[in-house]
């Protein structure tokens, strides 16, 4: 079956799906977007993620194309359409197309937005979880606004490059302090060997992960004491276990930091609980 995709009002073959060479998205970076996971055909925690998006565009002074209400049925139906039963749905919004110039275009220029749906591997992905991931850890060079999930990536595709070269899966940022910020396309997590749960508050240095919030929940819920503060890289490596969050991972453990084992090298019991348990305070619609 070929792929679909929302386009500026219009559902197209993903191979006909195009926006205009003046969109401000391709030029400039000058958008945000948000992923959301599709279990069972179904959309895994919308209106938080709706939530951040609408809070990144307002930071960035961009519009809103539709209502939250008619976007909810495209990407509904979005799902659909690419009969995606276990995997992600994709929202781009950029400030629109406008003639090349660095100051916003002008007033009432239409915002463009992109839908797109696949499918992922759940098999795949439980047998990572099963082995675990190793991450590299590098410095960090994004902007100083990596709370507004914008669309200006260029640093993070390095560091993901930089981690598949050196045979890991994901790369942790270190800030000039030594602090670990973030994943390049995850929330970072360590559980100490007191058994303290540790991650970084979600202040301006980092995202606000959707994933991170569910599992604060599950963590409450649970009545375990967790801890939101900077940690270290030599933290990190000493830490019990450690695992990270994001929408098409849920919660996947940390195996290796650096080529240095965590634990006993083998996904913590915890990091492996919280991913059974993610689901159940997850939000379906």
Not at 117 to 142: F, M, W, Y
């Amino acid at each position: 079956m070929s792929r679909i995709a929302y386009v500026n009002g219009r559902y197209r073959p993903h191979r006909d799906a195009r926006v205009h060479v003046e969109d401000r998205g391709y030029q400039f970076a000058d958008g945000v977007y948000e992923v959301c996971e599709v279990r069972e055909a179904r959309l895994v925690d919308e209106r938080r993620h709706m939530a951040r998006l609408v809070r990144s565009l307002g930071e960035l002074r961009i519009g809103l194309p539709m209502p939250l209400s008619a976007l909810s049925v495209v990407l509904h139906e979005t799902v659909r359409r690419n009969r995606v039963r276990n995997g992600i749905v994709y929202v781009e919004i950029t400030r629109g197309v406008a003639r090349r110039d660095f100051a916003f275009p002008p007033p009432g220029t239409t915002p463009s937005i992109v839908v797109t749906a696949r499918s992922l591997d759940s098999a795949k992905a439980e047998n990572t979880a099963a082995e675990g991931i190793a991450v590299i850890t590098l410095a960090e060079t994004r902007w100083a606004r990596p709370d507004i999930k914008s669309v200006s990536l260029l640093p993070n595709v390095l560091a993901k490059q930089a981690a598949r070269e050196a045979g890991a899966r994901e790369a942790w940022l270190v800030d000039a302090h030594g602090f670990v910020t973030e994943g390049a396309s995850s929330n970072a997590w360590i559980i100490t060997a007191g058994g303290e749960v540790v991650t970084r508050p979600a202040d301006h240095s980092i995202l606000s992960g959707i994933s991170r919030a569910v599992v604060l929940d599950a963590l409450a819920a649970k009545g375990l004491p967790f801890t939101e503060r900077p940690f270290t890289v030599a933290e990190a490596k000493a830490a019990r276990e450690a695992f990270i969050t994001a929408a098409s991972q849920i919660v996947q453990p940390v195996v290796s930091i650096d080529g240095t084992p965590v634990g006993d090298g083998r996904p913590g019991p915890l990091a492996l609980m919280l991913r059974r348990e993610f689901h159940r305070h997850a939000e379906f619609t």
